[in-house]
């Protein structure tokens, strides 16, 4: 298996910019987490999927952040604004329904300067 | 509110010696504690997980020690080596009813010296 997939793996914008991060989940996992990592935070859980349904985005710090998923191979994360300090790296997961193990994608790694 | 704690931040061994991180959590409804290892650049990835029915897993030199009463638990790295260098995070889910959602502690950054 492919594994989960991001993409762009890097990306640098400046502040007020619209950004969006995308994933494909691995074929056949039913639920799809968006985490947040910092030295400062570690890694904070943003929003997660259940059947593409958005179960819990208590995560999501503001109204900035939104997330969709349209279809079960793919989803977004956009930010819009963005502003400096949403600079980080961001890890899209995926897991069975019925499973604990959450598998990660590399991540892409924000800069907005 | 963090849910989990873990320590040490950051932790340097010698190859051969045993590396032991240690984690706490406050919400008796956790029921699933994976422990995650993540390389520079790549996203984490699950090392060993226990269940709180258990007090120890084994898994080659992996080690997860469980103590349900203290709500602790830890890993043991035993004849650590270099390629173990790495940062490891603890977790802990609880079912939701629709999948699980993981609480990660802040990670403990490991670094095996020859």
């Known amino acids: 298996d492919a594994g989960v997939i991001q993409s762009p793996r890097h990306e640098v914008t400046e502040m007020g910019q619209e950004v969006t991060l995308r994933c494909k989940p691995i074929s056949g996992h039913n639920s799809l987490f968006w985490y947040r990592q910092t030295m400062m935070r570690g890694l904070e859980l943003l929003i997660y999927f259940n059947n593409n349904v958005p179960i819990d985005d208590s995560g999501m710090p503001e109204d900035r952040f939104s997330a969709k998923m349209p279809n079960a191979s793919f989803s977004t994360l956009k930010i819009q604004p963005s502003e400096p300090r949403d600079s980080a790296v961001y890890f899209c997961?995926?897991?069975?329904?019925?499973?604990?193990?959450?598998?990660f994608g590399e991540g892409s790694w924000l800069t907005v300067v | 509110q963090q849910q989990v704690k873990q320590s040490p931040q950051s932790l340097i061994v010698q190859k051969g010696g045993i590396s032991i991180i240690n984690c706490a959590y406050e919400?008796?409804?956790?029921?699933?504690f994976p422990w995650y290892q993540q390389f520079p650049g790549k996203g984490p990835a699950l090392l060993i997980a226990i269940r709180p029915d258990v007090s120890e897993k084994k898994e080659g030199r992996f080690t997860i020690s469980f103590n349900k009463s203290a709500k602790q638990f830890s890993l043991h790295i035993m004849d650590s080596q270099p390629g173990d260098s790495a940062t490891y995070f603890c977790a802990a889910s609880i079912r939701t009813g629709t999948a699980s959602k993981l609480t990660f502690g802040t990670g403990t950054r490991l670094q095996v010296t020859l």
């Open positions: 919400n008796t409804a956790f029921d699933y």
């Open positions: 997961a995926s897991s069975f329904h019925s499973g604990n193990t959450i598998y």
